[in-house]
C-alpha cells in the first residue's frame, strides 16, 4: 500500500483551479506498464475563455524511483517527525492558443510574462512557425509552459496548497486572453 495517495491529490489540485476560475474539461491517468512512471494530465481553461481560444493543460510526472525513496525515508521517521522537502514531482502548466496569423514578439512576450509569473511561476515561451506551402504566410503556434516542483513531504503531510501558483496561472491566463484577439486578426 503506498504511503501517499497521489490521485487524491490530483482531485485535489481540481478542485483548487475549480476555486482560482478554471472549467475542467478532461483528465487522464497514464501508467507505464514497464517502468511503472505515471503521469496526470488534467485540461482545463479559464472561464472567460469558455469556447476558446486559450486551454491550460496541467501535468504531474511520478518517477517510481522517487515514490520509491520517499515511502523508505517515511518508513524510517519516527512518530513525530516531519519528512524532508528532498523529494519532489514536477508539475507542467502549458498553455495552448490556435495558430495565430500575426503573432507577438517572442522577446516582448517572454519579457511582459515574466513579470506576470513572477519568480514563483517561471515561465517559458516559444514559437514554431508553420509553412503551409513557400508562398504562405508563416503561421505562428506559441508553447508557453511553467514548471513546479511539488514537495512529496507536504503533499503527505496535507500541507501543500498550490492557491498562489494557481492565482498566477489565472493572472498569465487573463494576459494571454486580453492580447489573443490581437494575434488571431488575419
Request: glycine share 6%.
Given at each position: 500500500?503506498a504511503?501517499?495517495?497521489?490521485?487524491g491529490?490530483?482531485?485535489?489540485?481540481?478542485d483548487?483551479?475549480?476555486?482560482?476560475?478554471f472549467?475542467?474539461?478532461?483528465?487522464?491517468h497514464f501508467v507505464?506498464?514497464y517502468s511503472?512512471?505515471?503521469?496526470w494530465e488534467?485540461?482545463l481553461?479559464?472561464?472567460?475563455a469558455?469556447?476558446?481560444?486559450?486551454?491550460?493543460?496541467?501535468a504531474?510526472?511520478?518517477?517510481?524511483?522517487v515514490?520509491l525513496?520517499?515511502?523508505?525515508?517515511?518508513?524510517?521517521?519516527?512518530?513525530?517527525?516531519?519528512?524532508?522537502?528532498?523529494?519532489t514531482?514536477?508539475l507542467?502548466?502549458t498553455w495552448?492558443?490556435?495558430p495565430?496569423p500575426?503573432?507577438?514578439?517572442?522577446l516582448?512576450?517572454?519579457?511582459?510574462?515574466?513579470?506576470?509569473g513572477g519568480?514563483?511561476?517561471?515561465?517559458?515561451?516559444?514559437a514554431?512557425?508553420?509553412?503551409?506551402?513557400?508562398t504562405d504566410?508563416?503561421?505562428?503556434s506559441?508553447?508557453?509552459v511553467?514548471?513546479?516542483?511539488v514537495?512529496?513531504?507536504q503533499?503527505?503531510?496535507g500541507t501543500e496548497n498550490?492557491?498562489?501558483?494557481?492565482?498566477?496561472c489565472?493572472?498569465?491566463?487573463?494576459?494571454?486572453l486580453?492580447?489573443?484577439p490581437a494575434?488571431?486578426?488575419?
Amino acid at each position: 500500500m503506498a504511503v501517499i495517495d497521489l490521485a487524491g491529490y490530483i482531485a485535489g489540485l481540481k478542485d483548487q483551479a475549480v476555486e482560482h476560475g478554471f472549467h475542467v474539461h478532461d483528465e487522464r491517468h497514464f501508467v507505464e506498464t514497464y517502468s511503472m512512471r505515471q503521469a496526470w494530465e488534467v485540461d482545463l481553461h479559464p472561464e472567460a475563455a469558455c469556447g476558446g481560444p486559450l486551454d491550460l493543460h496541467v501535468a504531474v510526472e511520478l518517477d517510481p524511483r522517487v515514490l520509491l525513496a520517499f515511502e523508505d525515508h517515511i518508513m524510517e521517521l519516527r512518530e513525530a517527525e516531519e519528512p524532508e522537502d528532498r523529494f519532489t514531482i514536477p508539475l507542467i502548466f502549458t498553455w495552448s492558443l490556435p495558430p495565430l496569423p500575426s503573432g507577438p514578439d517572442l522577446l516582448v512576450l517572454a519579457t511582459d510574462l515574466a513579470g506576470v509569473g513572477g519568480t514563483d511561476l517561471p515561465i517559458e515561451v516559444s514559437a514554431i512557425d508553420t509553412y503551409a506551402s513557400v508562398t504562405d504566410p508563416a503561421e505562428r503556434s506559441l508553447t508557453i509552459v511553467a514548471r513546479v516542483e511539488v514537495s512529496l513531504g507536504q503533499v503527505f503531510m496535507g500541507t501543500e496548497n498550490l492557491a498562489d501558483e494557481l492565482e498566477k496561472c489565472g493572472v498569465v491566463s487573463e494576459f494571454l486572453l486580453d492580447r489573443a484577439p490581437a494575434w488571431l486578426e488575419d
